[in-house]
Every structure is written in C-alpha cells, then in structure tokens.
C-alpha cells in the first residue's frame, strides 16, 4: 500500500518580495517536478504595517498555495542557534527578536516542529543541492554573489550548520588583510568589522565598486558584455575579482576538501568571466586537491523557496 501524497509549502521571505511555492512528493517519494515547478507566486514583502501584519500574510500565503502540512520559511538574516530566533536582518529589522517558526506555527496551526526557518542562503544551497546544479553530488559549497557573498555547506547530502548554525561564511573569509602599520582601503572594511572580506572583493556590490575605482563601466550587466565582447580592461577587471574569489575558494578548500562549488546570485551569471581568475588563484596551491567543479546555479530565484520546501519535508521524518 503506498502512503498517499504529501505536499509541503517553502517561502522566501526577502526584502521587497516573498516567494513561495509547493512541492508534491510523488507516490515514489520523489518531488513532482513539473508541479513543483510551475508553481511560483509571490506576494509583496511590505512591513509597514509592521510585523504582526506580515506574519499574518505570510500565514495566508501559505494557506493559499495549500498548506495544511509543514511549512519551510527562507529569511536574510542571523538566526541564534539552538532556539531560532532572528538575531539580525538588515532589510527586515521589525522582525528581529521574533522567533518566526513559533509565530507561524501558531497562526497555521501547525506543531512548532513542522515549521522550518532558516537563513536564505542556506536555504538556496539545499535547494540547488536538491534539484539544482548540485542534484546527485553529496558535498558542496554555495555562494551567492549579491549585495554581499551568502554562503552555504551540504556534507554527505545533509545541510551543515555548526553548533551556533553559522558555520560556512565564506563571504566572511579575510582573504586581503592588511599590512601591519599599512593604511587601511575604507572600502575593505566589512560590515562585520573584519578588514579584507570575500565579500568586499567579489560580490556584486564589491564588483561595482571596483568598477568605479577603475574608470569602467559601473552597470554590472554592461560591464560583463564588454568584458565577454572583447579583451582588454573591463575582463581584465573580472579576471582579477575571479582572482580574489579564488583565493577565498582555495582557503575553503584547504579546510574542507570541498570538490564542488555552485555559484548563484546576480553577479554568479558571470562565471564564465570569473572562472579564469578563480582557476589561476587555485593553480597557485598543490596540494593534491583535484580542481573543484565550478557550477552555475540553476534555479535562480526559487532555490530559496525551494530549499525551504525541502527542510519541511525533511521535518516529516
Ligand atoms: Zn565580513
């Protein structure tokens, strides 16, 4: 006798937009891929009316793409490990201190267990570890070149997070340090405090930066278009932020033996571009790692939502 269908709901919440969508679990056990797929809506993020308000829609939301099982939930944000609250959300700051599982379980009626928050990269990197440009590989890493560098660690299939969940912030990694008694790039700077972040080298903001310091073209897409039609500086350009992704790939690699990366997020459409410059950086190092596999990620702006559907499905044992 197989057991009937289970459906789950996965959001991402982000800062103008959430998504979500549902996942059928075929009589296999399988995800349903052409349902799961066709299936994408969206409602606006709008914390105005502040975060009851929010919460409230978001219930709904789920409601409406026909929850009645476990919900998974993708947020930009620092979540306290064990517990789940929101620590920090730059873009969603009316909800920090909430823990989000609980008020949704509440709303929906669901046992706390069954609702599943998680940061939005890590819910992106389960998602194209899932049906993305990581279905079928066990261990892998995802960055996500945006506004900053999001990043998240699958080890044999499963999610890891470490025992505060935040392991795995490659966008965090110091890969230009500053020289003792040197003068500091303001720029370089992070946000976290540290100086010489991945992602204030490589990520798309950092990419526009440097465009601008250089004289280029400052508009992300037209900066690529040159660099594809043509040599000269606008690749050469890309050559080095490739270079300096490298860098903090061969550090990840040195600690984790990491055989495939997937890169995602605006500027990872870009890869073409950036793998020379990432491939020279890892050439520098031989130590008997293979060359890792270097992935685009597949599902763009639904391996968050994605990703969260899985973490439901997991919660169903
Ligand atoms: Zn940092």
Redesign the pocket.
């Known amino acids: 006798m197989s057991a009937a269908p289970r459906t789950v709901v996965g959001l991402d919440l982000g800062g103008t937009q959430v998504k979500g969508g549902f996942v059928l679990e075929g009589e296999d056990g399988k995800p349903d891929l052409d349902q799961t797929l066709s299936r994408v809506v969206a409602i606006d993020t709008n914390l105005d009316a502040g975060a009851d308000d929010l919460l409230d829609r978001l219930a709904g939301f789920a409601r409406e793409l026909g929850s009645d099982g476990p919900l998974g939930l993708g947020v930009p944000g620092v979540f306290e490990e064990p517990g789940g609250r929101l620590l920090r959300s730059a873009n969603l700051k009316a909800l920090e201190g909430l823990d989000l599982g609980a008020e949704l379980a509440r709303r929906l009626d669901l046992p706390r267990e069954h609702v599943c928050v998680d940061n939005d990269a890590n819910v992106a990197t389960y998602g194209e570890q899932w049906l993305g440009a990581g279905a079928g590989i066990q261990d892998l890493i995802m960055l996500t070149l945006g506004t900053g560098i999001g990043s998240g660690l699958v080890i044999n299939g499963h999610l890891y997070k470490g025992p505060t969940g935040k392991a795995a912030e490659v966008?965090?990694m110091v890969v230009r340090s500053l020289p003792v008694n040197g003068t500091e790039d303001p720029y370089l700077r992070?946000?976290?405090g540290?100086y010489g972040?991945l992602?204030r080298l490589a990520s798309a903001s950092a990419a526009i930066h440097r465009a601008q310091a250089a004289g280029l073209e400052t508009d992300l897409g037209k900066l690529c278009g040159l660099a594809r039609a043509q040599s000269g500086p606008e690749r050469e350009l890309l050559f080095e932020i490739g270079f300096d992704l490298g860098a903090g790939l061969l550090a990840t690699t040195a600690a984790l033996d990491v055989t495939c990366y997937v890169i995602g997020g605006g500027f990872g459409r870009s890869l073409d571009l950036l793998e020379p410059g990432i491939r020279a950086a890892l050439a520098e190092r031989d130590y008997g790692h293979a060359p890792p596999r270097l992935l685009p990620a597949t599902l763009g702006a639904s391996a968050g939502w994605i990703g969260a559907a899985r973490m439901a499905l997991d919660s169903l044992g």
């Open positions: 966008g965090h992070c946000g976290c540290a972040c992602e």
